[in-house]
């Protein structure tokens, strides 16, 4: 039998060291809990199917409108990069006709595509009311561009005739625009007593329209000479 002094190295030891019914038992390991209703997974959640598209570049997130044409070209390489040779020709198509869309919509006189100066019941009126109405300065662009052509030949008295031909032509515009934007705001006011579109802005609007032959107007016109409206 080994005796032990009193307060030695190993009786320190066993007074600090726990009891084996005060150690504490470990916790068993129960994992993830599973609900035992639905069948084992992948171990990770499916992807959403705007998330696929966006990584395969079929989907755009919310991005800023392109400033310039210059960027909105390098954003629409950027994204056919990613697509195969199917979806690119499917994309361009799809553009294409998206354009033809608008461009049919404005020429028709949409609200939605037509410029800023074009929309609203005021400008449509005032153009249909100058669509309706045969005046002097309708022959404007026609005549100057026959003085051009005669100022193109080199005879003396051609050009002189040419020259006064287009004094002339200016002097009937400048007084036939007046007196047409005189009367598209009288006539809008009649129309439209509340509206404030009215003044030098929709003279001007209504005069640029009238010189302008009827196959380049755009919106395109939607009534013929001499109809009601």
Known sequence: MKLRAFGSRDDENSKGAPTPEAR?????DTGPVVDPRRPGGKGKPTPKRRDQERARGMRQGPVSAP?????AKERR???EATMTKEERKAAREKAKAEREERRQLMMEGDDRYVLSR???EVRRYTRDWVDTHR???NWFMPLALF???FQLIPDPTLMMYSQTLFLILIAVVVVDGILLGRTVNRVVRERFP???DTGFGLGWYAVMRATQPRMLRTP???VRPGDAI
């Open 24 to 28: 504490p038992e470990p916790e068993p």
């Open 67 to 71: 400033l310039t044409r210059k960027e």
């Open 77 to 79: 390489k950027a994204a």
């Open 118 to 120: 074009d929309r609203g």
């Open 135 to 137: 005046r002097l300065i």
């Open 147 to 149: 003085v051009i052509v």
């Open 194 to 196: 509340d509206t404030e």
């Open 220 to 222: 395109r016109p939607r």
